[in-house]
């Protein structure tokens, strides 16, 4: 899985709502070995990963957290920051 080509990381993305759950677990785990290119990228693959924070599957939702903090890293938008980190708390404390 070449994740640093660039088309490679969108179609990661856009397979999420086609796969099963265990899919998107796999999925997730191949995102959060990726190294993004810049703040504008890790913005948008956290903004496409935060709709699994609700998921039923508790695999899938801790698999999205763990891309969602591997790329608060390389976000440099505090506000966007401060928005990640309020969406994360309900899913840490249930």
Known sequence: LDLYN???IPKLLAALNE???W???FILDA??????SSSGDAESITERVTARLSHANPA?????????L???EYVDNTEVLRM???KLN???VT
């Open 60 to 68: 899938v939702v801790l698999a999205a957290i763990k891309v969602i």
């Open 23 to 25: 899919g998107q677990v």
């Open 84 to 86: 990640l980190a309020k």
């Open 90 to 92: 309900p899913p840490l």
């Open 31 to 36: 995102l959060a070995t990726y190294c993004p």
């Open 70 to 72: 591997k790329s608060m």
């Open 19 to 21: 796969c099963n759950e």
């Open 6 to 8: 660039n088309a490679t």
